[in-house]
């Protein structure tokens, strides 16, 4: 079994920066691909990020594109993420999640919830306007 430890969050204001840090444990990190999710308050989860096993693939939300950064360390079985350029509309619970490590994807990763298997408890994050 795989467990996803996520930190990080709090409460920040418009344009600052927050570096997120998901600690996997109980599987093998460098054979899983990865993922970042958030849910705000009344909305249903989204794709934030993800990343293919080596980091050599990623994907980024629209909303998120060129102010976001996913990044992962294999020897640390930690994956990140780096926000900056904050908006109240980041505001919401940010979760990693895991895939199998059987599961392979066309690119690396995948955007799709289902495709993942193993998730963290969330860390909240909440941008003041």
């Known amino acids: 079994q795989v467990q996803l430890v996520e930190s990080g969050g709090g409460l920040v204001q418009t344009g600052d920066s927050l570096r997120l840090s998901c600690a996997a444990s109980g599987g093998t990190f460098s054979r899983t691909a990865m993922g970042w999710f958030r849910q705000a308050p009344g909305k249903e989860r989204e794709a934030v990020a993800a990343i293919s096993r080596s980091g050599g693939s990623i994907y980024y939300g629209d909303s998120v594109k060129g102010r976001f950064t996913i990044s992962r360390d294999n020897a640390k079985h930690t994956l990140y993420l780096q926000m900056n350029s904050l908006k109240p509309e980041d505001t919401a619970v940010y979760y990693c999640?895991?895939?199998?490590?059987?599961?392979?994807?066309?690119?690396?990763?995948?955007?799709?919830?289902?495709?993942?298997?193993?998730w963290g408890q969330g860390t909240e994050v909440t941008v003041s306007s």
């Open positions: 999640a895991a895939a199998e490590t059987t599961r392979y994807f066309t690119r690396g990763w995948s955007s799709r919830q289902r495709d993942y298997t193993y």
